[in-house]
C-alpha cells in the first residue's frame, strides 16, 4: 500500500527559522529519505511555498478562482497532483480541465519550493 | 524545540491579534498592552501545564481581558477613579466571556492597530518605532539597537510616539471600504519604511538591522492573509522578499557595499525568490498594477538573471517607464536612467538625468550614477567633479567607500599605462 503523508506545522514559525535552523531540519530529515530510498520505499517530496502564496480554484459552474488558501472545513483533503508549469495562468488551467472532469469541490494552487522526484518505489 | 520557545513563538504570532482586539475593547493603548503582558504571563504558567489552547490568540484575548476587567474594578474600590471612561464597553465584555471571534472582526483589528502606528501627526523614524514596539512586540532594547540609539533614547521616542497617538483621535468604527483601502495603502507604506530602515544599513550595522528587514516581510505576509486579494499587499511582499533575499551577498567581509553587478549570487536566498516570483506570479492576475507590483516586478528581473549579463534591461526600462508614470519621482527617473544606459548606451541614459540636476543636487545616489556615465563616455575629469561631490553626499561609509573605488580606477587609467607598470 502506498501512504501519502501529509505534513502540517505552524508556517510562521517555521518561515522564522534561520537558514542554519532551516538547513540542520533538512539534514536531518535527508537521513531519514536517504534510508527510504534505499529500501525503495520513497516517492515524491515537496515542500510548499507558504499559504499566502495560494490560490484556490472553487470548482462550481462556472469555476472561481479565489486569492489565498482552501479555507473551508467541510470538505476533507482526498487527493493532490504535481504539474510542471509555466507560470500560475498555466497551472490554473489544468486545474480547470481536471475541474470539468470531475465537478464539485476545490483545488488549491500552491507552489513547490522543493521538490526531490524520489527513488524507484519496490 | 523546547516548550518555551513553542510559547515564545505562539506569543508573538498571536500578538497583534491579541492587542488589536483588546484595544477595540478598553480603547486606550496602554490598558491594551498591560493586559496583554498579563494575559501571558498567565499562558506562561499555564500552557506548560495544560498544553497549548486550540487557538492561542482568542485564549489571551479572553484571558487578557478578565485580567484587565478585574484590575480596573480593584482601582475603582481602592481609589474610586472614574473607571468607566477607561473602559467604553465593560457590560458587553462582561456578559460575552466566551464570544466567538470572528474573522472579519480581527482583520479590521490588526489593521487598525497597525494604522494608529502610522497616524501622520507621527514622523517616520516614531511610526516605525511605534509598530516594532506594539504590534511586533520587540523589546524597546530590540528596537533601540536596531537603530543604533540608547534605550533611554527609543524608551522616550516611544512614550512620545504614544502621548501623540492616545491625544489624536482613534478611530474604533469598523472601516468602510474607502477608509479601509487608505488605512491599507498608509500601513503597507509604513512596511515599507521598516524594512527600508534595515535594508539601507551600511555593511557594518546591517547584521544589527537585519531583524528590521525580517519583522517587515512578517507584517506583509501577516497583511497579506489578511487581505488575500489585494494585488499591491502581493506586490509588496513580493518585493520584500526579493530584495532581502539578496542579503547574504550585499556586503563583504570588509562591510562594504557590493553592487549588483558585482554579488556572489549563489548567496541569494532562492527560497525567498521562489516565493517571491509566486506572488508576483499572483498580482499579475488581478491586472490591476501598482507601485509596489512594479518594483517588485523589477526586483523579480534581477533575480531571475544567472549572471548579471543575463539581466533583462529593456524590460527594467519599461517597467521604470510605468513606474514614471504611477508615481513620478526623479529618483525613479534615475533608476530608470541606469536600465537605459544598459539598453541604448551612457549618451542617453545622462542626457535623461541632466534635468534631474537641481532637484537631486543633494542627493549621493545621483552624482554616483552621473560620474559612472560620464566615466564610461571618458570624460573624466567631468566625472571626477561628480565623484567628488558624491562622496560629500554619502550617508554611510560603504557609500563613500563605494564612489572612492571608482575615483581610484579614474585615476588609475588617466595615467599612462607604461608609466603605471614601470612604477610597480
Known sequence: ?122 | MTCTAWIDAALTSARPQAVGALLRYFRNLDIAEEAFQNACLKALKSWPQNGPPRDPAAWLIMVGRNVAIDEVRRTRKQEALPADEAISDLGDAEEALAERLDGSHYRDDILRLLFICCHPDLPATQQIALALRIVSGLSVKQIARAFLVSEAAMEQRITRAKARVAAASVPFETPGAMERSERLAAVAAMIYLIFNEGYSASGDTSELRKPLCEEAIRLARLLLRLFQSEPEIMGLTALLLLQHARAAARFDANGELVLLDDQDRTLWNQKMIAEGLALIDKAIRHRKSGPYQVQAAIAALHSRATRPEDTDWAQIDLLYGTLEIMQPSPVVTLNRAVAVSKVRGAEEALRMIEPLGERLSGYFHYFGVRGALLMQLARNDEARVAFDRAIALANTSAEAAHIRMHLDRLIRDSQPSGKNASEK
Open chain 1, 1 to 122: 500500500m502506498l501512504y501519502a503523508i501529509l505534513c502540517y506545522h505552524d508556517e510562521d514559525l517555521v518561515g522564522s527559522w534561520t537558514r542554519e535552523q532551516d538547513a540542520d531540519v533538512m539534514s536531518r530529515l535527508a537521513v531519514v529519505q536517504d534510508r527510504l530510498k534505499k529500501d525503495g520505499r520513497l516517492g515524491p517530496v515537496a515542500r510548499l511555498l507558504p499559504t499566502t502564496a495560494a490560490t484556490t480554484l472553487r470548482k462550481d459552474d462556472p469555476p472561481v478562482v479565489l486569492d489565498g488558501p482552501y479555507a473551508e472545513t467541510k470538505e476533507q483533503l482526498l487527493g493532490f497532483y504535481v504539474v510542471d508549469c509555466e507560470n500560475l495562468d498555466a497551472a490554473l488551467g489544468i486545474a480547470r480541465e481536471l475541474g470539468a472532469a470531475n465537478p464539485g469541490g476545490a483545488y488549491e494552487v500552491r507552489p513547490v519550493g522543493l521538490f526531490q522526484a524520489g527513488g524507484d518505489l519496490k
